[in-house]
């Protein structure tokens, strides 16, 4: 139980294109779901959370327009790198929270990543 | 608020021989912590979690880990290195009072030799 999937795994765009990436929880149902940047032999940052329904929040620093955030289901978010320049080249990874998250452990589960490679 | 702090970014032991990771954190309230795991190129995978049960904590593929309040720290050991654990290590550590974001250790990269 508890997958999360990423679509696509991967993806090479041109510079000036927008890019979508989708984020699914399969088989539960996530009112929260967050997404990390992770450049080369670097940890995970943290660049939004994502609330179904509503807009997502940003971390600071984070061009909440270029990077779209929607979350219009409770399986289901997106994100989309509009406008991309190749120092938006990075290994992408959203997590999703259980419904029940607020009485358990807090554990996110994380989808396998996206590696998008602008050219 | 709340913090976490890896204190080797690189560690390197022989097959066969124990792990040790360390890992420090800070938090306001009861913390909820955990260990993952990410090999080249792949998502985390989670190999174990505390959430206020038993202080030791016993993971996947051998690896377990001890909540010490007292010294702040949730270090990862395993008895016997594979030269399939080599990989990348994330210590992180979420907030049990509110249902917020987790903060990620900056990682500790765990080489295995021959």
């Known amino acids: 139980g508890a997958v999360v999937s990423q679509h696509p795994s991967w993806v090479i765009c041109k510079s000036g294109t927008s890019v979508k990436i989708e984020c699914r929880s399969l088989d539960f149902q996530a009112t929260t779901m967050f997404w990390y940047r992770q450049f080369p032999k670097q940890s995970l940052m943290l660049m939004a959370t994502s609330n179904e329904g509503s807009k997502a929040t940003y971390e600071q620093g984070v061009e909440k327009d270029k990077f779209l955030i929607n979350h219009a289901s409770l399986t289901l978010s ?5 406008s991309a320049h190749p120092e938006d080249s990075s290994f992408y ?11 358990s452990s807090y554990e996110q589960y994380f989808g396998p990543g996206t590696r998008l490679t602008v050219t | ?10 560690v390197s032991v022989s097959e066969g021989t124990p792990v040790l990771l360390r890992c420090n954190y800070s938090s306001s309230y009861s913390p909820s912590l955990f260990w993952y795991v ?12 505390y959430t206020s049960a038993a202080t030791l904590v016993k993971g996947i593929n051998g690896f ?3 909540f010490k309040k007292s010294e702040t720290s949730f270090h ?12 990348e290590y994330f210590c992180v550590v979420s907030e049990s009072s509110s249902a917020s974001k987790i903060i990620f250790g900056s990682g500790t990269r765990l080489s295995i030799r021959p």
């Open chain 2, 1 to 10: 608020a709340q913090s976490v702090t890896q204190l080797d970014s690189h």
């Open chain 1, 93 to 103: 990874i959203c997590s999703a929270r259980d419904l029940a998250g607020y009485l």
């Open chain 1, 78 to 82: 997106t994100l989309t790198v509009t």
């Open chain 2, 76 to 87: 990862l050991t395993k008895p016997s290195a594979h030269m399939s654990d080599a990989a």
């Open chain 2, 64 to 66: 377990e880990a001890e």
């Open chain 2, 38 to 49: 990410q090999h080249p190129n792949k998502g985390l995978q989670l190999l174990l979690k």
